[in-house]
């Protein structure tokens, strides 16, 4: 069972704050993933990677960066946080392409920016 | 824009019921259509996905329904239980799409006992 573990699962910061999440995988995954969930619009992809020292754009990347520092942990930052950034956010994983398309979830983590 | 729409966003149908949760797509490109199930304080977990060369796919009490030229599915849930209450996501891939999926809002769904 593939096993994603994200740190810290609930964090509260104010504008202008600087945060960083945490995400980590033990798979051997070569996909790593950042969602953020709000009601209405699901899960909204931030950023991705593909391997070590690799950071793709996703769909909603304003404001937040990246950093896939091994091939298990994966960062999301927010070096001036906003309150439009609260919000549920996902990490993922998934094997290499060719293999299966499933993606592996972690539990999340619940960001307040006051 | 959203690439991929659901409807209902809320759904509520009672024990042995049939739940049919609905959703449709833009792009002709997606090919790889899985559908995810959350529960609450829970990160979403693969239930069932279907290929654009299928129409049907079934697995126990899930079974999705895919209409490739309206570009519309279906997630049809049979004798509906209380533990399938959840939020269900559809999502799509395709070959311009390379590794990325592209989801939907989601339906929440209830089942009464």
């Known amino acids: 069972e593939a096993a994603v573990t994200q740190s810290p699962r609930n964090k509260v910061t104010v504008t202008g704050g600087n945060v960083t999440l945490s995400c980590r995988q033990t798979?051997?995954?070569?996909?790593m993933y950042w969602y953020r969930q709000d009601t209405g619009h699901g899960l909204r992809l931030i950023h991705y990677s593909y391997g070590a020292g690799n950071l793709q754009i996703g769909d909603v990347p304003d404001g937040y960066k990246a950093t896939r520092t091994t091939q298990e942990d994966f960062f999301l930052l927010l070096e001036l946080a906003s309150p439009s950034q609260t919000s549920l956010y996902f990490c993922?994983?998934?094997?290499?392409?060719?293999?299966?398309?499933?993606?592996?979830f972690g539990p999340g983590t619940r960001l307040t920016v006051l | 824009q959203q690439q991929v729409r659901q409807s209902p966003q809320s759904l509520t149908v009672w024990e042995g019921e049939t739940a049919i949760l609905n959703c449709s797509y833009e792009?002709?490109?997606?090919?790889?259509f899985p559908w995810y199930q959350q529960f609450p304080g829970e990160g979403p977990a693969l239930l069932i996905s279907i290929r654009s060369v299928s129409d049907k796919k079934e697995d126990g009490r899930f079974t999705i329904f895919f209409n490739k030229r309206e570009k519309k599915l279906s997630l049809h849930i049979t004798d509906s239980q209380p533990g399938d209450s959840a939020t269900y996501f559809c999502a799509a891939s395709g070959v311009n799409a390379g590794a990325k999926l592209t989801f939907g809002g989601g339906t929440r769904l209830t089942v009464r006992p």
């Open positions: 792009d002709s490109t997606f090919n790889y």
């Open positions: 798979n051997s995954h070569n996909y």
């Open positions: 993922a994983s998934r094997p290499g392409l060719g293999d299966s398309y499933e993606q592996y």
